[in-house]
């Protein structure tokens, strides 16, 4: 069993930061491509940021120079650092992961964590 845990989200001033994580516990053997997504209710989910094995990264337009998304591997755990917050920032965020577990079997899935929200006021 899988399961990805995120922590740091919150309420922040416009203008501010703040620092998400999301730790991926359980039964691992391997972490592909992990995610940061964004989702108003009632919205589509927007893909904010992606981050390879290698560490190669792609951020989405609306956020590139003000978001980072960072992993350590050896602790299995994404980090999405928010700078220069703007309220149409404001949303719940979820991370997501492609994961290959070996016990009891070789499986290869998408996990998705529960989110945290993010609210910055103007």
């Known amino acids: 069993q899988v399961q990805l845990v995120e922590s740091g989200g919150g309420l922040v001033q416009a203008g501010g930061s703040l620092r998400l994580s999301c730790a991926a516990v359980?039964?691992?053997?391997?972490?592909?491509?992990m995610y940061w997504y964004r989702q108003t209710p009632g919205k589509q989910r927007e893909l904010v940021a992606v981050?390879?094995?290698?560490?190669?990264?792609n951020h989405a337009d609306s956020v590139k120079g003000r978001f980072t998304i960072s992993r350590d591997r050896a602790k299995n755990t994404m980090y999405l650092q928010m700078n220069s917050l703007k309220p149409k920032d404001t949303d719940v965020y979820y991370c997501?992961?492609?994961?290959?577990?070996?016990?009891?079997?070789?499986?290869?899935?998408?996990?998705w964590g529960r989110g945290t929200q993010v609210t910055v006021s103007s």
């Open positions: 997501n992961a492609e994961v290959t577990s070996l016990v009891p079997k070789r499986r290869v899935a998408r996990y």
């Open positions: 359980g039964n691992i053997f391997s972490i592909d491509d």
């Open positions: 981050i390879s094995p290698g560490g190669s990264t």
